[in-house]
Every structure is written in structure tokens, then in C-alpha cells.
């Protein structure tokens, strides 16, 4: 006897029964809701959560969907559309990147920002970004189409939020708009130490970190020859965040990702967690609504089209209707 019996994914009632195979793959029919459905996948979607979350690894990994296509089509026998495959990376990022707000770093008193040039749209952008020191932790990110000093204290106001405390020292290149930017949210309490990016120094106070992180975020956007807009250029920086904290792998930090070696509890380990139904909001089953309204409506004006048509052959009287009854029928 089955003790778990299997729930609908939309309905969540146990009132399943096998419906078949297509393709080696078991379907189910739900009585209660009449959806078909197979296991394992989320709500209006075939695919398995496993493949999906392999394709979301491949992409931020650094392959490019062409790449990630042959690759499903040689793993699962599966074949899917570079538009598909992207779909999945724009929906479940913006999943993941929602899921990251809720996290509350633990960061140490020293952080570095820096910025680097992306290529948008045909144009230059500027990238900016705010990491710490210590845990490699990412704590704000930008897009921005000038270098001011309005730039550089929205980035330590971002960062300054995520982290919840203000810094002890910010290291910085030579960049001059830093100056005020920093001391514009951070007052004199924050030390700002400029420094050349590859310099070195008794206490390592370089901005080589952060560049080596550029580095491995040009990788990623190389790959994908440029954002054509803005909008797509931050769903993907902000997803490849989300992927640099969360799930990539830190040689300086035990290879282990950030976030887990802070020895905090995470939102999700990899991709599997975030493609996980606890983590995607379910679509709820609503029964078709019966359209009584509709069928009114459409009964009266026969009704009234029928009374219509005998007013006018004046096979019908309609009666006048007076103070002390009713009067003789007007023809």
C-alpha cells in the first residue's frame, strides 16, 4: 500500500492517477482539478527542475546558450531553443535575486570599490561594485551611464544598507569622485585609503581583488558579446551576483562560496534550491466561472427582440397602467 500517495502541483490534493508516457516521461492526471502534470517540474512546465537548474549553472558558469543547447540535447535528449533557455535564466534570476534581498551578510569593517567599463546597447557603461575584503561577499552593484559623485554615493548607500553598519576603511583607486561620495554617507567615521589597483603594501591595501573579480565578471559578458539594453544588462549582473555569492566556488576561501563561509544560514545552496517549489510561488487552480450573467443577458434580448417583432405585426397589446388600475389595451 502506497503511504505517500502523490499530490497535484496545483491543486496540492492526492486525487492522481497515472495518465501515460510520452517520450519515457510519466504523466498524471489530477480528478479534482483535471490537470496533467509530471513530476518533479514546476507548475506549467515539462521540464524536469534538475535540467533547468543544470542550464542556470551552465549559463553563469560562463557557457554560452548555444553551448548549454548541445549540451541538454546530449545529457537529457532534450531539445530546447536558445529563447527557451534564456527565458528560464531571465525568470528564475529574478527569482534568486528576490530570494538574495532577504539575506543579511556578515561582512567585516573593510571594504573595496572599484568600477569597470561594459559594453551596452553599442555604447560604454559603467559597472560599479562595493566587495568586502574578508568574506568576498559582493555587497552592492551598479549600472550607470556617467562616472559622478552621485554614482559613487548611490553605490556606498546601497552597500551600507545590504551590509546594515558602516565600514572602518573603504579602499578605492584614484578616483577623485570617491572622495565625496564616501564622505557623504559615511561621514569621518570611515577611513578612505586610495591606492593603485595592483599596488602592495604591508597591510595588502590593493584593489586587486576586486579586479580579479572584473576579470572573471568580463568572462561572463564576453561570452554573450553584450547586453543589448540596459534592463537585460542589469537582470544579468545582478543574477551573475547572485551566482558569485551564493554558489561560486572561492579557492581563497576553502572553495566554498561567500555567503557559506560565513557560517550563517543561506537562502539556497545552488540552483536547485531556488527552482525548488517552496521557493516559486505555486499557481493556484481557479475553476472556469460559469457565465450566468452572459446567459441572461443573452435570454433577455431574444426576450426583447421577440416582444419587438409582435409590437410591430400588433399581434400584441401592451396595457397602460393607471392610478385605479389597469386601463383598456393600447394597440
Given at each position: 500500500m502506497n503511504t505517500n500517495p502523490i499530490s497535484c502541483k496545483y491543486c496540492q490534493l492526492p486525487s492522481v492517477i497515472r495518465f501515460g508516457k510520452y517520450k519515457n516521461t510519466q504523466y498524471y492526471f489530477c480528478k479534482h482539478c483535471?490537470?496533467?502534470?509530471?513530476?518533479?517540474?514546476?507548475?506549467?512546465?515539462?521540464?524536469?527542475?534538475?535540467?533547468?537548474?543544470?542550464?542556470?549553472?551552465?549559463?553563469?558558469?560562463?557557457?554560452?546558450?548555444?553551448?548549454?543547447?548541445?549540451?541538454?540535447?546530449?545529457?537529457?535528449?532534450?531539445?530546447?531553443?536558445?529563447?527557451?533557455?534564456?527565458?528560464?535564466?531571465?525568470?528564475?534570476?529574478?527569482?534568486?535575486?528576490?530570494?538574495?534581498?532577504?539575506?543579511?551578510?556578515?561582512?567585516?569593517?573593510?571594504w573595496i570599490a572599484d568600477e569597470t567599463v561594459l559594453r551596452v546597447g553599442g555604447r560604454n557603461v559603467w559597472f560599479w561594485d562595493c566587495i568586502d575584503k574578508k568574506t568576498r561577499f559582493l555587497l552592492a552593484s551598479r549600472l550607470s551611464n556617467t562616472r559622478t559623485t552621485n554614482d559613487a554615493e548611490i553605490l556606498m548607500q546601497q552597500a551600507y544598507e545590504r551590509a546594515g553598519k558602516a565600514p572602518r576603511k573603504i579602499l578605492t583607486d584614484k578616483l577623485a569622485v570617491y572622495l565625496d561620495g564616501i564622505e557623504r554617507v559615511f561621514g569621518a567615521d570611515t577611513k578612505h585609503i586610495q591606492t593603485s589597483p595592483f599596488g602592495s603594501g604591508e597591510d595588502d591595501e590593493n584593489t586587486s581583488i576586486l579586479e580579479r573579480f572584473h576579470g572573471t565578471l568580463k568572462d561572463r559578458t564576453n561570452i554573450i558579446r553584450g547586453f543589448k539594453s540596459m534592463t537585460t544588462a542589469k537582470l544579468i549582473t545582478d543574477g551573475w551576483l547572485v551566482h558569485y555569492n551564493f554558489f561560486k566556488e572561492h579557492s581563497a576561501l576553502g572553495d566554498i562560496p561567500p555567503a557559506q563561509n560565513m557560517g550563517i544560514s543561506v537562502p539556497f545552496r545552488d540552483w536547485n534550491d531556488v527552482l525548488k517549489p517552496t521557493q516559486i510561488q505555486e499557481i493556484k487552480f481557479k475553476p472556469k466561472p460559469i457565465t450566468v450573467e452572459k446567459d441572461i443577458k443573452s435570454k433577455s434580448y431574444t426576450k426583447h427582440r421577440h416582444i419587438k417583432t409582435l409590437k410591430r405585426s400588433r399581434k400584441f397589446s401592451f396595457p397602460t397602467v393607471t392610478m385605479t388600475g389597469v386601463s383598456k389595451s393600447r394597440v
Open positions: 483535471r490537470r496533467k502534470f509530471v513530476l518533479d517540474t514546476l507548475p506549467r512546465m515539462k521540464t524536469p527542475t534538475k535540467i533547468i537548474a543544470s542550464a542556470l549553472g551552465q549559463y553563469y558558469g560562463g557557457m554560452s546558450l548555444d553551448a548549454i543547447q548541445r549540451q541538454l540535447q546530449q545529457d537529457y535528449n532534450l531539445s530546447m531553443s536558445e529563447v527557451g533557455i534564456y527565458k528560464w535564466v531571465a525568470r528564475f534570476s529574478k527569482q534568486a535575486i528576490k530570494e538574495a534581498k532577504t539575506f543579511q551578510p556578515k561582512v567585516s569593517d573593510e
